[in-house]
């Protein structure tokens, strides 16, 4: 079956400071890859994708490169700030309903 | 397009006894998804809509919940005879067909089993 493993949390971090969250997978089939954030009080939304191998998927200031041959999608940010402190998810799909499968969420607090 | 809308926001109840969930997807999607999140976890699949017809089921959906799509607009999620372990937060989620470009989520209804 299909999972996704994460780096465990929470992650703290200066502002500025050099952000990455480890992510790998295993799946049955070519999978799409995403990273979801949920803020504080938010649903779920989603932050960069990509759909295959060596695609890069970028959004605000974020990264993360589809990487096959070690089943990883690591998220990075150059310079995170407080406004950066959520939970991230990393999640894959595959065939044709499309479903989800999520990590556990890793939590990212930023502090000035 | 106001995105996707859930009602209630919280719900409270006691064990025992049934609540209903609406969800309201973006209106061209036509695919709507049911997840449950308990805290500290990601999101699990319960069950995933095609316009009106329910295509595919998690084991997690016991035979105590029921999705429905009736015109393929908005869905409702009943659970009967709630117990403590039902208390999650329910999330809807709705996308175009046949696209892996990621979902549209709402903000879903924490339910809680007093």
């Known amino acids: 079956g299909n999972s996704v493993t994460q780096m465990e949390g929470p992650v703290t971090l200066s502002e500025e400071a050099f952000l990455t969250i480890n992510c790998t997978y295993t799946a049955t089939g070519y999978p799409s890859l995403f990273w979801y954030v949920q803020y504080p009080g938010e649903g779920l939304q989603l932050l960069l994708k990509?759909?295959?191998?060596?695609d890069k998927g970028s959004n605000k200031g974020f990264e993360a490169t589809y990487r096959k041959e070690t089943t990883s999608f690591h998220l990075e940010k150059g310079s995170v700030q407080v406004s950066d402190s959520a939970v991230y998810f990393c999640?894959?799909?595959?065939?044709?309903?499309?479903?989800?499968?999520f990590g556990t969420g890793t939590r990212l607090q930023v502090t000035l | 397009d106001t995105g996707v809308s859930q009602d209630p926001r919280h719900k409270i109840t006691k064990r025992g006894q049934n609540v209903t969930f609406r969800c309201d997807p973006i209106s061209e999607h036509n695919r709507l998804y049911w997840y449950r999140q308990t805290l500290g976890q990601g999101p699990e699949f319960l069950t995933y809509?095609?316009?009106?017809?329910?295509?595919?089921k998690s084991r997690l959906l016991s035979d105590r919940f029921s999705a429905e799509r009736p015109k393929g607009s908005f869905s409702t999620l009943e659970i009967q005879r709630t117990e403590q372990g039902d208390s999650a937060m329910y999330l809807c989620?709705?996308?175009?067909?046949?696209?892996?470009?990621?979902?549209?989520f709402g903000s879903g209804t924490r339910l809680t089993v007093v």
């Open positions: 999640a894959l799909s595959t065939g044709t309903a499309s479903k989800l499968t």
């Open positions: 989620a709705s996308s175009l067909e046949a696209v892996n470009y990621g979902y549209t």
């Open positions: 990509a759909t295959k191998a060596d």
């Open positions: 809509f095609q316009n009106e017809a329910q295509l595919e």
